[in-house]
């Protein structure tokens, strides 16, 4: 069973801060928040993940709380290509012998004009 | 990043056949993939997990008889679909975990439909 809560859908103006909040209360110390997202009809999309530090890369940007119960990701100037169902993850990594991805329901981002 | 293709995208076959649906690693190697399940507006469902040169690993519910999973080579794994029925049709995703960093490449999806 996924071990994460998200809101069902938000919506968010096209340039301004997209912030996708996850509830992960039960997250172990060797596993990590991973967020994807899935543009309808496509294969999901990784976007980042994370431990315990924040995360920045060319898509968005991973705030995670101190005691690692929740995170929120950032896309800061949300585009109407942005629009999709976006997955928090909690997920045991490792390479090529890393844990399998239980998906939740994710948000449902639509980014309006 | 790393790539995963599948074959085919899009697939239409009559009650009663089999269909088989590839799962390829483009520049990596994989000893792992795993396959999932779509439904409309739902989230995607953990099938299997398939291993190289081993039986797949199926989750609870699944039939394995009904799903045959084949890891013949460190980058094919293979899904198929037999005797396939009306209900069976869905968006079907499989993925790898990268070569490196751990996180896990998804293929563009097979859609079924059975008629």
């Known amino acids: 069973d996924a071990k994460t809560t998200q809101p069902t859908s938000m919506d968010c103006a096209e340039g301004r801060a997209a912030n996708l909040p996850c509830n992960h209360s039960t997250i172990s110390g060797n596993e990590y928040v991973y967020w994807y997202r899935q543009i309808h009809s496509q294969g999901p999309q990784y976007i980042i993940h994370g431990l315990k530090n924040n995360e920045t890369n060319e898509m968005a940007s991973l705030i995670i709380t101190e005691d690692r119960k929740s995170s929120t990701l950032i896309l800061p100037h949300a585009t109407l290509r942005d629009t999709a169902v976006y997955y928090c993850i909690v997920r045991v990594s490792g390479g090529n012998q890393g844990g399998k991805l239980i998906f939740g329901q994710g948000t449902e981002l639509s980014v309006k004009p | 990043g790393a790539v995963v293709s599948q074959h085919p995208s899009r697939v239409i076959c009559k009650s009663g056949t089999s269909v088989k649906i590839e799962c390829r690693s483009l520049d990596f190697q994989a000893t792992t993939m795993f396959w999932y399940r779509q439904f409309p507006k739902q989230s995607l469902m953990l099938m299997a997990t398939?291993?190289?040169?081993?039986?797949?690993?199926?989750e609870q519910g699944v039939e394995k008889d009904k799903f045959l999973i084949n890891h013949a080579s460190l980058t094919l794994s293979t899904l198929t679909v037999t005797s396939a029925h009306p209900e069976d049709s869905s968006f079907y995703i499989c993925?790898?975990?990268?070569?490196?960093?751990?996180?896990?490449?998804f293929g563009e999806g097979s859609r079924l439909t059975v008629l």
């Open positions: 993925s790898a975990p990268g070569p490196t960093s751990g996180e896990l490449f």
């Open positions: 398939s291993n190289e040169g081993s039986k797949a690993t199926y």
